[in-house]
């Protein structure tokens, strides 16, 4: 079995974004060689996401207006976690939306249905953030 690990770097310039990983995927499956495998794709920290869903901009909106509903960035004194920081929301956005996904390889790229891709989310943002990438297989 051969095994493969990456890190992808993410600097984005608002507090919540979301962006397709998908193309970046692909890219290590390729780089790994794998043809049969799992490729698995997790946020390396606890205020930003993986997941999968569509790559529609209206959805997007509808996300971002689900999640304020849900967890709303302000005001920040409404958190017990804002003592020293101000982003309790962004650790609840981040519980709902997920860690990680984990992908199926087959024939050397990654086993989709039509409309899935893998997107990073970002909820507390503006700095440099990372996603795991571990491709198992052979
Ligand atoms: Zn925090």
Same mark, same amino acid.
């Given at each position: 079995?051969?095994?493969y690990r990456?890190?992808?770097? !993410?600097?984005?310039?608002?507090?919540?974004?979301?962006?397709n990983?998908?193309?970046?995927?692909?890219?290590?499956?390729?780089?790994?060689?794998?043809?049969?495998?799992?490729?698995?794709?997790n946020?390396?920290?606890?205020?930003?996401?993986?997941?999968?869903?569509?790559?529609?901009?209206?959805?997007?909106?509808?996300?971002?207006?689900?999640?304020?509903?849900?967890?709303?960035?302000?005001?920040?004194?409404?958190?017990?976690?804002?003592? !020293?920081?101000?982003?309790?929301?962004a650790?609840?956005?981040?519980?709902?939306m997920?860690r990680?996904?984990?992908?199926a390889?087959?024939?050397?790229?990654?086993?989709?249905?039509?409309?899935?891709?893998?997107?990073?989310?970002? !909820?507390?943002?503006?700095?440099r953030?990372?996603?795991?990438?571990?491709?198992?297989?052979?």
């Amino acid at each position: 079995m051969k095994s493969y690990r990456k890190e992808l770097w !993410f600097d984005t310039t608002q507090r919540r974004q979301l962006i397709n990983i998908t193309p970046d995927v692909s890219s290590c499956i390729i780089e790994s060689g794998i043809k049969e495998g799992l490729v698995l794709v997790n946020a390396m920290h606890i205020t930003a996401s993986v997941f999968i869903n569509d790559d529609e901009s209206g959805l997007h909106r509808d996300y971002e207006k689900w999640l304020e509903k849900l967890a709303p960035e302000k005001p920040h004194s409404q958190y017990d976690h804002n003592g !020293f920081e101000d982003n309790a929301d962004a650790h609840m956005k981040r519980q709902i939306m997920g860690r990680e996904v984990v992908c199926a390889i087959t024939k050397g790229e990654l086993d989709f249905g039509p409309w899935e891709q893998i997107f990073y989310g970002e !909820f507390d943002g503006k700095r440099r953030k990372r996603v795991l990438v571990k491709i198992i297989g052979e």
